[in-house]
């Protein structure tokens, strides 16, 4: 498995959406990630330069209100896609709240999103507690009438779970997809958090133990859940980064419970949406509010497969 480090952002845009250049930061022997100091001059690059065959999409959670919320939301992921141009988006679950009639479909996800659809970017959905299994059928939801499933992008793969229901074939589907698996970047979600700091509903410590063996054993890199109406980065977790978006058209404010033993950075006073891009090497990624703030950046570095790392080190052998 591929042990992670972080590179955190240095400085912030205080005008709209912008990448800024990463600074490396110590790491205990927990690997916990420290915030750097604030800069001492406003960022002046505007974009990353792009690497050769990357990987960028955005990450939503908890989105299908039809409030102004979800709109305000959509407009900002359309404004981020000018300056960068993302491929696809992720939902993270409860895609569809209260009734699931055609109008619904529209007023709570066609809509919202309607430039980006326009636009031809896909959305890869996953089931949350919230949604009817039935949603698996809707066609621009890339669920191909499936509960779990799996897709590619370059060199990364995707596995997207069903968190609601984690059966036996679920799990002998995804030790069998993962272990098939030699794709640069393993990256799961679902909706359900493994690890949480929120008051509310806190860390699914049952889901965890069914499926974190398998994430490490076949060196799955990162994970993104929903649930909780905030924005949480969690400290790594057994060489694992854990990501939670759920306020992307739900908020639940002042829900994350500071100064935990789980919390790298958290944001949970207004909406939010993610954006990242895979590399051969890093993933970037950034956090931005509904009125385009950035509220978390950082560049997530993976070392050499330990195996491989061993086989070229002769002490090891």
């Not at 990630?33 to 908890?62: C, L, T």
């Not at 909706?191 to 994430?215: A, N």
């Not at 931005?288 to 080190?313: F, H, Y």
């Amino acid at each position: 498995m591929r042990l992670p480090h972080l590179l955190f952002a240095a400085a912030l845009s205080i005008s709209g959406f912008t990448w800024v250049a990463a600074t490396p930061l110590g790491q205990s022997t927990s690997r916990a990630v420290q915030r750097a100091a604030p800069p001492q001059a406003p960022a002046s690059q505007v974009m990353p330069p792009r690497e050769k065959d990357s990987v960028r999409f955005a990450i939503i959670g908890d989105t299908g209100t039809g409030t102004s919320s979800q709109y305000e939301v959509g407009t900002q992921l359309t404004k981020a896609r000018q300056t960068f141009p993302f491929e696809f988006v992720i939902m993270l679950g409860d895609n569809i709240y209260g009734s699931e009639r055609p109008q619904d479909f529209v007023n709570k996800f066609e809509k919202p999103y309607q430039a980006l659809l326009d636009a031809k970017v896909l959305f890869y959905a996953a089931l949350g507690n919230h949604d009817d299994p039935t949603q698996r059928f809707y066609k621009p939801f890339n669920m191909n009438g499936e509960r779990y499933y799996t897709f590619s992008k370059g060199s990364a793969r995707f596995f997207v779970l069903d968190s609601n229901y984690m059966d036996q074939a679920q799990i002998k589907w995804l030790e069998e997809q993962l272990s098939r698996s030699n794709d640069r970047w393993k990256i799961a979600y679902f909706h359900h958090p493994l690890y949480s700091s929120g008051e509310k509903h806190g860390s699914e410590v049952d889901l965890r133990t069914q499926v974190e063996p398998l994430f490490m054993k076949y060196g799955v890199d990162v994970v993104f859940a929903g649930h909780e109406h905030f924005y949480e980065r969690i400290k790594p977790q057994n060489g694992i980064y854990y990501f939670i978006e759920g306020g992307s058209a739900k908020l639940r404010k002042g829900d994350i419970r500071r100064g935990g033993p789980l919390t790298a950075s958290g944001y949970d006073t207004d909406f939010s949406f993610m954006l990242a891009e895979l590399g051969k090497d890093t993933m970037q990624f950034q956090v931005l509010s509904r009125g385009g703030k950035p509220v978390d950046s950082g560049t997530l570095r993976l070392a050499e497969e330990p195996a491989k790392a061993a086989e070229s080190n002769p002490a090891s052998r």
